[in-house]
């Protein structure tokens, strides 16, 4: 069941969707995303509070991307907040935005992994300023500290909206529209789907 406040007949209720929904292929849809993300680097993930059920929001920086680019791995410390999330409720959302206003909203399932191999394999010394080292040679920051873990989101679904046009062409057509009141047709906007997102993983698989 969807909201609706409109009934605009035959005309599209939603003109600036329609202009600038953009229907590439599975491969460049991918890497135009799995691209835009890297370039942003830091991402807002947000969980469901585990105690209030509240949607709660943190900037994460991007550790590392998994199959081909389309899931997301970040560092954490295993006793903080979100992990207690996860915990809770592994469905999750991770948005970047960049100065452009160009942006991305990936939604999926994640997991936080406490095994050593994976937390050695993604390890950055940039976590010792952190976690800190609490001197009982131990929990220093490095390597082997047990607080450090790692989140992996797989994803699921996935929207972004990258420039098609430079600033000055996008300020020209956004004139424009609000003088003609026609959406202006200056962003890709593009979908992927839970099917072309599984599409992708089968098919790298098979090359791998």
Request: glycine content about 8%; some cysteine; overall charge negative.
């Amino acid at each position: 069941m969807s909201f609706s406040n409109a009934n605009t007949g035959d005309k599209p209720a939603d003109p600036y969707k329609e202009k600038n929904l953009d229907d590439a292929s599975i491969k460049e849809k991918v890497e135009d995303l799995s691209e835009f993300i890297s370039a942003c680097k830091f991402g807002m993930m947000t969980t469901r509070d585990s105690s209030s059920g509240a949607l709660v929001s943190r900037c994460m920086a991007l550790a590392a991307k998994e199959n081909e680019g389309i899931d997301l791995i970040f560092h954490t410390n295993t006793e903080s907040g979100k992990t207690s999330d996860i915990s809770s409720d592994p469905h999750i959302n991770i948005s970047f935005l960049n100065s452009s206003g160009e942006w991305a909203s990936v939604s999926g399932t994640s997991e936080i992994v406490t095994d050593g191999s994976v937390v050695k394999k993604y390890y950055s010394p940039a976590l010792k300023a952190w976690l800190g080292d609490l001197g009982d040679g131990k929990h220093n920051g490095g390597p082997d500290d047990p607080r450090i873990g790692v989140i992996r989101v797989t994803t699921k679904t996935a929207t972004y909206a990258i420039t098609r046009k430079n600033a000055l062409s996008r300020g020209v057509e956004m004139a424009q529209g609000v003088v003609t009141g026609k959406a202006p047709a200056v962003n890709k906007l593009r979908e992927l789907s839970e099917q072309e997102i599984e599409t992708w993983r089968s098919s790298n698989k098979m090359v791998q």
